[in-house]
């Protein structure tokens, strides 16, 4: 299973790189910051870039802070991880700092993604914000209020609200459990 095999890289690596698809909305950005989340509290180094900036309406997202804009093109990781992107071409001029040699770790929700990467977890899902809080139950991650509250906000635009056909069972089920860390959902609207 490749959840199995992401836990072993994660594992073995200090440094990641996370980035996510040119104009991303709130799952792509909410799904890099979950993650780098998780993997901070790992004591992994991380990075965050996109090729554009954090828009502004965005800024109260917690930890917002950690994402940057691509400046220059020599950044130092040992793997990296794209998240919610069909295809490489997406990600814009990050693409440029990629090396061919290192892990890429492709974490995505559309069925029609192309698996571009050394290792995929493309799974059928409202959102990849669903999809990483799946593997965080399956590696075990006690999920902290910012990370329950970004995967929340993820999980909510990618499904209108809960009004889309993508929303399941499962995403309720999973909306039941972050909503036990007490956010407004209100305000988050």
């Not at 991303?24 to 509290?41: N, R, Y």
């Not at 940057?68 to 990296?80: E, F, P, S, T």
């Not at 974490?107 to 593997?135: C, M, R």
């Not at 965080?136 to 902290?144: D, I, M, N, R, S």
């Amino acid at each position: 299973m490749n959840s199995l095999k992401i836990k072993k890289i994660l594992k073995e690596h200090q440094n990641f790189l996370i980035s996510t698809h040119v104009n991303p909305d709130p799952d792509a950005l909410c799904s890099e910051l979950a993650l780098g989340l998780f993997l901070k509290s790992l004591g992994k180094k991380v990075g965050i870039i996109n090729e554009d900036s954090l828009p502004n309406r965005f800024k109260f997202f917690p930890a917002s802070g950690f994402i940057k804009k691509l400046k220059g093109k020599n950044i130092d990781y040992d793997v990296a991880i794209i998240l919610d992107c069909g295809d490489l071409k997406r990600i814009g001029k990050v693409k440029e700092i990629l090396k061919p040699r290192k892990p890429l770790i492709n974490i995505d929700h559309h069925i029609t993604n192309d698996n571009f990467g050394s290792l995929n977890l493309v799974v059928s899902a409202s959102s990849t914000s669903e999809v990483l809080y799946d593997l965080f139950v399956q590696l075990g991650f006690k999920l902290t209020h910012r990370v329950a509250t970004l995967l929340y906000l993820g999980i909510m635009t990618d499904t209108g609200s809960f009004r889309y056909e993508n929303t399941t069972a499962h995403t309720h089920k999973i909306v039941s459990h972050l909503m036990k860390f007490r956010f407004s959902v209100n305000e988050l609207y």
